[in-house]
């Protein structure tokens, strides 16, 4: 019954257990009510826009602007927030129209760290299309971008889950130029060597990566265990350590080493 929806919206804006709340949504749903739902989304009340926003993305119909949804991202309710960025999360389809919203997010220096952890997740969701790739190879390889968005990029590589047909060449050059970058950009190394190691790469589509991995590697005033996971994330595993090489990960197999090292 449409015109139970103002009622219902009213409601959600009333202290709830989570099973009344669901309720609400849920009837929300059903009604299939998309205009007189989207009312909603101007009420105060963090509640009842929280209510709409979900009961509109999931009815037929619904229309959710994705840039008045990624607003949300900042939003001071924290409940909110989540719900927005749950919805962010499940509609690729909105990354271009998001894209935007997401790098000037990347760009906050004053992020939080909580939010700036749920942004990397995100750009990972998403990171299967074109605009959120080029956003993300864009901020590694901007030598002017804070190292804040750089980290992050890379963290976003890292949960992108992308199969190796998926990874992009610019990806890929944006992680060998900061790999060899100077020593302004040390404390990237083991994230770039991280995001390498997690993305699924061919060796014959590393170019300068492999290289980058193994110069890193063999240069002992590395940690071990940064030379470690270069060696084991070289596109298309290490084939031919030469003589010291061979010698480091001899050294590291006895059982006075840490599991980690061993493995």
Not at 44 to 51: E, N, P, Q
Not at 191 to 218: D, E, H, N
Not at 224 to 231: G, Y
Request: charged share 25%; proline share 5%; hydrophobic share 45%.
């Amino acid at each position: 019954e449409k015109t139970a929806v103002p009622a219902l919206l009213a409601a959600a804006g009333e202290p709830a257990d989570r099973a009344l709340e669901h309720s609400i949504t849920y009837a929300l749903i059903e009604i299939a009510d998309p205009v007189a739902t989207a009312a909603g989304l101007k009420n105060t009340d963090a509640r009842v826009v929280r209510t709409a926003l979900v009961a509109l993305d999931q009815m037929e119909g619904g229309r959710l602007d994705p840039a008045f949804v990624a607003g949300l991202l900042s939003s001071a309710d924290a409940k909110l927030k989540e719900s927005a960025s749950w919805i962010v999360g499940r509609h690729r389809e909105w990354a271009g129209a998001l894209a935007g919203v997401l790098g000037q997010r990347l760009d906050r220096r004053d992020l939080p760290a909580a939010e700036r952890a749920e942004l990397e997740k995100q750009l990972g969701k998403l990171a299967q299309t074109a605009p959120i790739q080029e956003l993300v190879a864009a901020r590694l390889q901007d030598g002017s971008a804070s190292r804040a968005a750089r980290e992050s990029s890379l963290q976003a590589m890292a949960w992108s889950g992308l199969n190796e047909k998926q990874v992009p060449s610019g990806w890929i050059s944006g992680l060998a130029t900061t790999l060899e970058g100077d020593s302004s950009n040390t404390e990237l190394v083991p994230l770039a060597v991280a995001a390498a190691r997690s993305l699924p790469l061919a060796q014959s589509t590393a170019g300068r990566l492999s290289p980058a991995l193994l110069r890193i590697a063999a240069d002992d005033k590395n940690s071990d265990e940064l030379r470690l996971s270069a060696l084991a994330a070289v596109p298309g595993g290490l084939v031919k350590p030469d003589q010291s090489l061979f010698a480091f990960l001899i050294s590291k197999l006895p059982r006075a080493e840490t599991v980690a090292k061993r493995t």
